[in-house]
């Protein structure tokens, strides 16, 4: 014997609403200028060793980096920019150090302009300030000592490098690899191993993709948009 499906009609439905406490339909409403508060912190990250917490704050008119000692919560540090000048991008670099990035805005909804430059600060507050004119490609997660950043020094080809460089007094300490031509951006995990290289001539903009397998191997040409109509990007790296 075949069940039967019970459809409700578009009257019993309205019935049943009706019979809804009134609770039930309540709609909080929240005022419109909820919507542009200032959030209390942006970004959070602890410290590799769990003693403390890094979070970048919001003003009015700047970013502000603080940090907390975890055991009391008490502020240890913090960098407080000129007016307009925001901490975006922060890196616990070992348990004492921090390596952040700034960007300059010239009100509370524009786009923010990134400023070159790498800055540090140690979790006690001293010793901040630029480190390198640069930009870091790895924090090498097992060297507390340095990180890579990606360097103008280059070899016959004119095409930069990789170069570790200490996280506080900024000295770098030689090439650890080439990049294949001109205008490259290096790309490397968090060990320091540099695998890709996105790199473009200068007279176009199209991605020539190169790989290479270790710090010995040469460097292979794996895409080339001008001939595949493709970019490629490596994600999770």
């Known amino acids: 014997m075949k069940s039967l499906l019970f459809i409700p009609t578009a009257s019993l439905l309205l019935a049943m609403l009706v019979q809804l406490p009134s609770h039930a339909m309540d709609v909080k409403k929240y005022p419109v200028s909820d ?4 959030h209390a912190f942006d970004t959070m990250e602890i410290s590799p060793g769990g003693d403390y917490l890094a979070a970048t704050v919001p003003q009015e008119n700047r ?5 907390l000692r975890l055991s009391d919560m008490q502020m240890t540090g913090k960098v407080v920019l000129q007016e307009k ?5 922060f890196y616990w670099v070992n348990n004492q150090r921090i390596l952040y990035y700034t960007a300059l805005k010239q009100g509370r ?10 800055y540090g600060v140690n979790a006690d507050g001293s010793k901040q300030g630029l480190v390198h004119g640069g930009y870091m490609i790895s924090t090498l997660v097992q060297d507390d000592d340095n990180v890579l950043i990606s360097s103008g020094y280059s ?23 080439y990049a294949p031509e001109q205008n490259c951006d290096l790309e ?5 191993e540099v695998h890709f290289a996105y790199c473009s001539y200068s007279q176009q903009i199209t991605q020539r993709l190169f790989y290479k397998t270790n710090e010995k191997s040469s460097w292979e040409l794996i895409n080339k948009e001008a001939e595949t109509k493709q970019s490629i990007y490596i994600r999770g790296y």
Do not use: C, E, W
């Open 63 to 67: 970013t502000v980096l603080i940090i």
């Open 109 to 118: 909804l524009s786009a923010p302009r990134n400023q070159p430059g790498i």
């Open 85 to 89: 000048a925001h901490v975006t991008d």
């Open 188 to 192: 490397a995990n968090t060990l320091g």
């Open 35 to 38: 919507f542009y508060k200032l």
């Open 155 to 177: 070899n016959q080809k004119g095409g930069g490098s990789a170069q570790r460089m200490n996280v506080v007094t900024g000295i770098r300490n030689g090439p650890v690899v």
